[in-house]
């Protein structure tokens, strides 16, 4: 039996057409595209808009909680669901109402769904349904509808918690879905032949974008495949395949486990293996799967070890490292998935681990120092260049001749710090208003990219240690504003093996590129 998601019954909800007054087109005077240019629609001035989840969100002045419209358009991510991006909207009905009781009876919920009804969306054709959801603590109101634009289905709807807020929301919701347009045309990231250098990396442009499926993700983190064709961002409980010329999912890795959420991704040099990082920080839960990129069959896995933050393969792909919340460095054999060696650090929670040459770089809170170069062989510690602070992300160029660790900057040091192998520092680099949640070198070491928590990426020069770029996601000008406007915070951030396109991923869903035109 095939079962929809909790926010796929919650989130996507649609008003019968027979109930809604007449609004005119002309009253919908704002119009609002996705960053990856596919959907546009227009709305009332006044609303808010914004994209999550792979949803647009429409909401009206003063609104509380979760009440407003969602349109979402159905992608190949959604495949396991039983829903297709082609398929008739008599048979998505048909998934719907097989799927929605089964799926909500999983979380204690109890979910009465009207008999769907056919009308139309201004030129479009649409089935729409009555939903009451009820659990033991809240009732929620929804009504959900099944839309097609151009032969695309499309989901479009009116959430509310209230019947008086849902009756608000009526007549909106036609006219707004009435108003989808969809280019289908793919990005064209076949830009510039050379790596982006500091000269140029003013000129870094967006290219497209593309959205993920989970809500609960909150580290997306991204690897580019092999020569750079494709890359893989940690998603929910899976990792998507994203092609790098389309900007479009291509595949989706799944575990026959239930972990919380992935934490973190890798991929063997040699580009043949992925491995994904779980964790359930509250549960202290955790592990990871290993997959054949070719084949999509997982190779091996392994959820006894805890927490799982980080993961990483070895310099020949021979041996995968894993460390989490137990303070322990789980080193794996990628031929069997057998257990190499364990490497505990008493007292630390690992956050980060990276291979640097034949060594380990790891970031933890360790009492020893928040950043440890350990000998993965005897675990003897080689360096510990930096004590005390909270390491977010650590980054290697492909030449092992630096690594970058990015830092929280409350305590009044650099928001990145640049090493040598042996652990020397090499340059302090202030680059983000508060602080660095995520770092990346080009492969050839010339550039450093980090993205901050208030949706700001910057390119430095590492010879210099100057800004080159600013890439402001955030949609608030002025940086003083952005403690208190900025609604997400860049999670994962990477050159492409060639040094053309860097691909940054926010916590807001979405993972875009940029290259030079």
């Known amino acids: 039996m095939r079962k929809l998601t909790v926010a ?4 996507l909800a649609i008003s019968m057409m027979a109930a809604l007054p007449a609004l005119a087109q002309a009253d919908l005077t704002e119009s609002f595209t996705t960053p990856d240019g596919s959907l546009s629609l227009s709305y009332p001035s006044g609303w808010m808009v914004d994209e999550f989840g792979g949803a647009v969100f429409i909401q009206q002045p003063g609104a509380d909680g979760f009440s407003g419209i969602t349109i979402q358009r159905i992608s190949e991510a959604e495949a396991a669901l039983g829903f297709t991006p082609d398929m008739s909207l008599e048979d998505a009905v048909a998934i719907y109402e097989e799927a929605a009781s089964a799926s909500a009876a999983e979380v204690g919920m109890e979910v009465n769904l009207s008999g769907f009804t056919e009308t139309t969306f201004g030129d479009y054709r649409a089935f729409v349904a009555d939903v009451t959801s009820v659990s033991a603590d809240f009732t929620q109101l929804t009504i959900i509808g099944l839309m097609q634009v151009d032969g695309q289905l499309i989901l479009v709807g009116a959430l509310a918690e209230t019947a008086d807020v849902l009756e608000a929301l009526r007549p909106f919701v036609a006219p707004i879905a009435g108003s989808i347009q969809l280019d289908n045309t793919p990005a064209d990231t076949t830009t510039a032949e050379q790596p982006i250098a500091a000269a140029d990396a003013g000129n870094l442009t967006s290219l497209g974008a593309t959205n993920l499926t989970s809500f609960f993700t909150e580290d997306y983190d991204i690897v580019f495949i092999g020569d750079g064709a494709q890359f893989a961002v940690n998603d929910g409980t899976s990792v998507q395949i994203i092609d790098t010329a389309t900007i479009e999912i291509v595949n989706t890795l799944t575990t026959d486990a239930t972990p919380e959420q992935s934490s973190d991704v890798a991929i063997s040099p040699d580009g043949t293996l992925i491995a994904a990082a779980f964790s359930d920080v509250f549960a202290g839960a955790g592990g990871i799967s290993v997959w054949d990129v ?4 997982i190779v091996f896995d392994n959820f006894d070890i805890l927490a799982t933050n980080s993961i990483a393969f070895s310099a020949d792909g021979t041996q995968l490292v894993a460390g989490g919340q137990e303070g322990t460095l789980t080193i794996f054999n990628t031929t069997d998935g057998s257990i190499a060696n364990s490497i505990s650090l008493d007292d630390a929670s690992i956050d980060e681990v990276v291979y640097l040459g034949g060594n380990l770089v790891v970031g933890s809170n360790s009492t020893q120092s928040s950043i440890l170069i350990i000998n993965p062989v005897d675990g003897a510690i080689i360096a510990a260049p930096q004590q005390f602070i909270l390491v977010n992300d650590i980054a290697v160029d492909d030449n092992g001749v630096l690594f970058a660790v990015a830092l929280d900057s409350f305590l009044g040091v650099a928001d990145v710090q640049l090493y040598l192998p042996d652990g020397t520092l090499f340059r ?30 910057r390119v430095v020069d590492t010879a210099t240690g100057e800004s080159v770029a600013v890439l402001n996601l955030s949609g608030v000008e002025d940086e003083s504003d952005m403690m208190s406007e900025v609604g997400f915070r860049i999670t994962g951030i990477s050159f492409s093996p060639d040094g053309r396109l860097l691909v940054v991923a926010g916590d807001d869903t979405n993972v875009r590129v940029f290259g030079l035109e």
Do not use: H, K, R
Not at 8 to 11: A, E, N, R, S
Not at 294 to 297: L, T
Not at 439 to 455: F, N, Q
């Open 8 to 11: 796929m019954i919650l989130g």
């Open 294 to 297: 070719a084949s999509g069959e």
């Open 428 to 457: 302090d680099i202030n680059a983000a208003p508060l602080d660095s949640t995520s770092v990346a070198l080009s492969p050839d070491g010339t550039l450093l990219a980090t993205g901050s928590s208030l949706g700001v990426v």
